[in-house]
């Protein structure tokens, strides 16, 4: 499955709590009193957990959408209620709607996402057999730990720019089971084949095919090759995005939990 920034705030949400139970935890080991930190009691929580359950409700929060629109107008409001001032700064933007990406064997298809550093397909895609990267194949297969996914791939550059293979496929191995897209470092000037990173729960049916050479073929498909618009996923802006709405709504929490206190 695809990570959206709805199912991260989602996620967020549930480690913001586990921190506050851990914190419980460790109180109640040491002989403390069993509660949760002061500046975090159960009115504070749930005003918190309100405000992420809202913007969860508002739906898909991509950038550039009409409900990022309606997202940045309500986290206003937010602000504005509590006595702050807030204001919204515009920005043009061009993005990249994928289409039908996918790798297909016989009878089998998995979805992916392309790297966005990469080229692209048309949208009749390409066909070939698949091998493990170097070989003498037309798609070179790739497994990527949490470290090469943390260095963006930086370990197969050499892979991509040389003419071993008309595509290579990724299999991201990230923290849990599933699609951990890399960063597309190189957007801005992207180089090489067309890039289909795949689920880590396809590994073992991949590494099977690339072991037989089994013919495949893949559709990493969004626009022609023309109409290629940079819109790759910063990860430290995704941080910095993440860092400052974990403070909105403690900054939100505070207002009640001061009133509670007096």
């Known amino acids: 499955m695809i990570p959206t920034r709805r199912g991260f705030f989602t996620l967020a949400s549930g480690a913001f709590t586990s921190q506050v139970l851990l914190a419980f935890t460790r109180a109640a080991s040491l002989g403390q009193a069993a509660s949760p930190p002061r500046q975090f009691d ?3 929580l749930e005003r918190i957990a309100r405000v992420i359950e809202q913007y969860d409700e508002q739906g898909n929060h991509r950038t550039g959408t009409e409900t990022d629109h309606r997202s940045a107008r309500w986290l ?3 602000v504005e209620q509590n006595g702050q ?3 919204l700064e515009s920005f043009r933007l061009t993005r990249v709607d994928p289409g039908a990406c996918y790798l297909q064997a016989g009878e089998r298809r998995v979805s992916g ?3 966005f550093d990469g080229a692209f397909t048309n949208e009749r895609g390409l066909v070939g057999r698949l091998g493990n990267a170097g070989d003498a194949t037309e798609f070179g297969l790739v497994v990527a730990d949490q470290i090469a996914i943390s260095a963006e791939a930086e370990s197969i550059k050499d892979l991509r720019r040389s003419s071993k293979h008309r595509g290579i496929i990724i299999v991201t191995k990230g ?3 599933g699609l951990c ?3 597309a470092r190189f957007f ?3 180089f090489g084949p067309p890039i289909l990173q795949v689920s880590s729960e396809e590994e073992e049916w991949l590494t099977q095919a690339a072991r037989q050479q089994q013919e495949g073929g893949t559709n990493a498909y969004f626009h022609s090759p023309g109409d290629r618009w940079p819109s790759a ?3 430290l802006a995704v941080e910095r995005y993440a860092k400052a709405f974990a403070d909105l709504t403690v900054m939100l929490a505070k207002p009640l939990h001061a009133s509670k206190s007096t």
């Open 181 to 183: 897209p890399i960063n």
């Open 233 to 235: 996923v910063d990860i």
């Open 85 to 87: 001032r807030a204001s």
């Open 76 to 78: 206003a409001r937010l």
């Open 175 to 177: 923290g849990r089971p």
């Open 188 to 190: 801005s000037k992207p």
């Open 113 to 115: 996402l392309p790297m």
């Open 42 to 44: 159960q009115a504070a």
